[in-house]
């Protein structure tokens, strides 16, 4: 008698595998989402609320080995004695979630999503797309709507 299983395991192992990585991937790509599910509800980009804004922060920190331990595990990166978490940990009298369930492709993915989002417009600065100017009317329509 023919025993199939090992057969099957041997096709269908490397395909289960092969799916697993590819979602992996595909999910480390979406870092607007990484960063709304893992980090929205304390961070925004450009403004302070429970934790610091993000806008550059990879420029802040030292390395960004160091950076994705903080992610993980920020008692952790305090533990280094590198003296920029240190000093992060003792500004403030907040607590940063751990996420060590994230992979380096997923912090990457966030940080890449940070970097790319527009800065915040200075305060009595021109508002990003509106005219310098102010607004124009037309007036050479005179019609009643």
């Not at 023919?2 to 979406?30: C, H, M, S, Y």
């Not at 990166?77 to 369930?101: I, K, L, R, W």
Request: proline residues 9%.
């Amino acid at each position: 008698m023919i025993d199939l299983r090992a057969g099957l395991k041997r096709i269908v192992t490397p395909f289960f595998i092969t799916i697993l990585l590819i979602g992996n991937v595909a999910e480390a790509q979406d870092g607007q989402a990484l960063f709304t599910q893992n980090c929205a509800s304390c961070h925004a980009i450009n403004k302070g609320l429970t934790g610091p804004a993000l806008a550059g922060v990879e420029a802040r920190w030292p390395n960004k080995d160091l950076l994705r331990l903080w992610i993980r595990n920020w008692n952790k990166a305090v533990a280094t004695g590198d003296p920029y978490p240190v000093q992060m940990a003792a500004s403030t009298p907040n607590v940063m979630t751990p996420f060590e369930h994230l992979g380096d492709a997923e912090i990457d993915a966030i940080l890449a999503y940070i970097a790319k989002a527009p800065a915040a417009p200075k305060p009595g600065g021109p508002i990003p797309g509106a005219d310098p100017e102010g607004v124009k009317i037309d007036e050479s329509d005179s019609s009643i709507l």
